[in-house]
């Protein structure tokens, strides 16, 4: 990946295809992101069809393509896509879709999709030099920018009408620029490193059992991709879990406790920023059988357990300059014991969230946290998707900020 393209690392953009006779050129467009690391995912319209087939795009940006609004495969793909969006690009994009978002139509996927996103929007039009020219066009062309979205010059040259006029696609280099200046202002982490663990541990018993619990170590791995979206440098310590490790990031594989906090204390001198995402086991056997225990073996004695390390609050009592953060699993009392922890370990914010029950964040797409920074009134968050719950947390650190490390880009590690 060349370096000029580290702003797009891990960045989710949603590529809308519309029903220009460019749309062909959206291969391309669509290849160049993903290999400069993007995730993307296509929506094309009704008439993009008519030109190019959807199986082009599913098969190079590895995601199923997005149609129709009322396919009911996925559930709420209007809102769960923009959602998760770092930005959306038109590319191409026709008058009449700029008309439908100017009006704020919301009569197919894509234009719904444009009414519920928060996130920067891309437009690269392409279209007869007539219509370009059309009052009305103009007016939405107008409108839409005074939103804020970013609306790029069609190029003059040869049209397919045959006509030499400005209409043509903006050129992809041109596009790409567009798109990363825009993810760029997002990037408000460059320079930091980030230490994330995330899922649970493990601690043998014997050869095949172990004691641990149900993290799914989503919640880390959202922060690990929403740090490294934002500009960080992210090392991911992960226990046993059934994610994949995030694109542009050093992925360290652990399963007990103790491997954990070699893993972590191993990197934490160099980190800027510590989130301690794991749900890390409290005790492990004393004694660990190396072979299998046979049930015919055990009279009732009890499994005796000893304590493991608090890696927080060891790695809080060797900290320089770190900011760091925990996570407590509540099952009640939620505000009295997460600020108890903040204030034993030394923390800069703890993040409490509420485990069993139907809400439980262990397994779960969604999290309601509450947010306890230090010296600063605790802030309930909403149930969100954990990414979202994610960009919350990595924003509301910027209270602690620390003088930026001279770290290399991700893309260079
Ligand atoms: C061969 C052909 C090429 C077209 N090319 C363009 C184009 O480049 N730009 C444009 O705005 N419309 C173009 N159109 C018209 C659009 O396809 C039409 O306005 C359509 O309703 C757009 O739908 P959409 O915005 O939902 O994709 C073309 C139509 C045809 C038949």
Request: charged share 20%; net charge neutral.
């Amino acid at each position: 990946m060349s370096e000029s393209h580290y702003s797009l690392n891990g960045k989710r953009i949603i590529l809308g295809v519309t029903g220009s006779i460019a749309a062909y050129k959206a291969v391309s467009l669509l290849r160049t992101l993903v290999q400069a690391g993007a995730d993307v995912s296509v929506v094309m319209t009704q008439s993009a069809t008519r030109f190019i087939a959807p199986l082009t795009f599913e098969v190079l940006s590895k995601h199923p393509v997005a149609i129709d609004l009322f396919s009911g495969k996925q559930e709420m793909m209007h809102i769960t896509w923009p959602e998760h969006a770092d930005l959306i690009v038109l590319a191409p994009c026709t008058a009449n879709r700029m008309a439908k978002y100017a009006l704020g139509l919301a009569d197919d996927l894509l234009s719904t999709m444009l009414m519920t996103t928060q996130c920067p929007v891309v437009i690269a039009p392409a279209m007869d030099g007539e219509m370009w020219d059309q009052p009305a066009l103009k007016n939405h062309v107008a409108v839409l920018r005074e939103r804020g979205v970013t609306i790029l010059e069609p190029e003059i040259g040869p049209l397919a009408s045959g006509k030499w006029s400005q209409g043509r696609l903006p050129s992809e280099e041109a596009i790409v620029a567009t798109i990363e200046e825009k993810l760029r202002e997002t990037q408000d982490w460059v320079g930091h490193h980030f230490l994330i663990s995330a899922g649970p541990t493990r601690e043998p018993i014997d050869a095949v059992r172990f004691l641990s619990n149900g993290s799914s170590g989503k919640m880390g791995y959202e922060l690990a991709e929403a740090a490294v979206a934002r500009g960080a440098r992210v090392t991911l310590v992960s226990g046993p879990t059934e994610l994949a490790p995030p694109p542009g990031i050093e992925f360290l594989s652990v399963t007990t406790a103790e491997e954990m906090h070699q893993a972590l204390a191993s990197k934490f001198e160099r980190a800027t920023v510590l989130i301690m995402a794991a749900a890390v086991g409290d005790f492990r056997p004393r004694q660990v059988n190396p072979e299998k225990f046979k049930k015919q073996d055990w009279n009732g004695e009890p499994l005796e357990l000893e304590r493991t390390t608090d890696i927080l609050a060891a790695l809080s009592a060797q900290r320089t300059h770190q900011i760091l953060v925990g996570f407590a699993a509540e099952t009640s009392n939620l505000l009295e014991n997460g600020q108890a922890k903040l204030k034993k370990k030394s923390l800069d914010m703890i993040v409490v969230n509420q485990i069993g029950g139907t809400h439980s964040a262990f397994g779960n797409e969604t999290n309601e946290v509450i947010l306890i920074p230090r010296g600063k009134t605790p802030q309930p968050i909403p149930r969100l998707p954990k990414r979202a719950v994610a960009d919350r947390i990595l924003t509301e650190l910027h209270t602690f900020t620390v003088p930026a490390s001279s770290h290399q880009p991700v893309s260079q590690i």
